[in-house]
């Protein structure tokens, strides 16, 4: 009898072949997506979840999974999964790591280069002012990237990949992470060791690549801010509880720092209203897997997960 497997979300169906040629799949039908309720309904017959990365899996739906054995989440992101008790409970966990690496990386050099030059800012001001926009030479000063300094929170995958872009655009690099790097690794990166003080303090722009955890929650608050120049930008490509939002926005009210480029909110999928009039602040709606190949790509990555954990014929992402 073939494993049945549950995706609680609408995706491109090319990347789910492969699984769909092995197991029973189930896919929502039309354009919504299953809601919890209808999961948790529908759970005890499958072997299998694939949750989106906003898609809770609390207790109470991984009791109701009696046949479940693996969570393989569309997201390289857990902190929707109550992964300590899944884990108690005999399930394994997986996500997808890979295919949003340089997505990830490449949203977050977008980001930089935005608010440096403020791109954003003047195409919006063309947009509304027309000609009565000011342009003379010294009207749109923007900031250097080249010769700058980058602080990077979180040396992962993601953090790695940001920093090669960074040296290529001719950015010094220091980075913090709990566990530094060995010393050829922080070589062939071009990339410095710093504890976190040090970097708030040296950079001219921060970038926060690290996963959301308790011991990340509000890792740029109000005593943070402080400590950067106030020329500094923040960026946040990875969760947005890793600041704190509204400390965030008294920090540029009052000049704390210089700007922000934000694809993550503290408080869901939008922003802080005031954050809608600053323009020194970039805002973009959690877009840094939204290409069509990554999208492709990680749908793959979860097939593989699922693949791998029932076959044993390829690696698994294990979270841990």
């Known amino acids: 009898m ?3 497997v549950l995706v ?16 029973e799949v189930t896919f929502p039908d039309g354009d919504a997506d299953f809601t919890y309720d209808e999961v948790s309904e529908m759970i005890p017959e499958y072997d299998a979840l694939c949750p989106m990365f906003n898609f809770p899996v609390n207790k109470e739906l991984i009791d109701k999974g009696i046949k479940l054995h693996i969570v393989a989440n569309y997201a390289v992101g857990y902190n929707n999964i109550d992964v300590d008790y899944a884990l108690e409970k005999g399930l394994t966990v997986a996500n997808t790591p890979g295919p949003t690496t340089d997505p ?14 403020r791109v954003t800012e003047c195409d919006r001001k063309l947009r509304t002012l027309g000609v009565n926009m000011k342009a003379g030479v010294l009207e749109n000063l923007g900031m250097r990237v080249t010769g700058a300094t980058l602080g990077i929170i979180g040396m992962g995958r993601i953090g790695k990949a940001l920093c090669k872009r960074a040296r290529a655009c001719g950015m010094d690099v220091i980075y913090y992470k709990r566990h530094r790097l060995d010393l050829n690794e922080e070589t062939r990166l071009g990339a410095i060791y710093a504890d976190m003080d040090d970097l708030l303090v040296q950079s001219d722009f921060v970038s926060l690549n690290a996963p959301y955890t308790t011991d990340t929650h509000h890792i740029i608050g109000e005593k943070e801010l ?4 106030s020329s500094a930008i923040l960026i946040n490509t990875s969760r947005g509880p890793l600041i704190d939002e509204k400390a965030l926005v008294e920090a540029l009210k009052t000049g704390e720092i210089h700007g922000a480029g934000l694809d993550m909110f503290e408080f869901g999928d939008h922003p802080l209203p005031e954050l809608l009039t600053m323009d020194n602040v970039v805002l973009t709606p959690h877009i840094g897997t939204q290409t069509t190949y990554s999208r492709v790509e990680m749908a793959k990555a979860v097939s ?4 791998g954990f029932f076959e044993n014929d390829r690696p698994v992402s294990r979270v841990f």
């Not at 609680?8 to 990347?15: A, L, V």
């Not at 949203?107 to 930089?112: M, V």
């Not at 402080?226 to 120049?229: F, S, T």
């Open 104 to 117: 990830t990386a490449n949203i977050a050099l977008a980001l930089i280069l935005d608010t440096a030059r």
């Open 226 to 229: 402080k400590k950067m120049k």
């Open 304 to 307: 593989n997960n699922v693949i």
């Open 8 to 23: 609680t979300y609408n995706m491109f169906r090319e990347g789910f072949s492969e699984l769909e040629s092995k197991y």
């Open 2 to 4: 073939k494993k049945k």
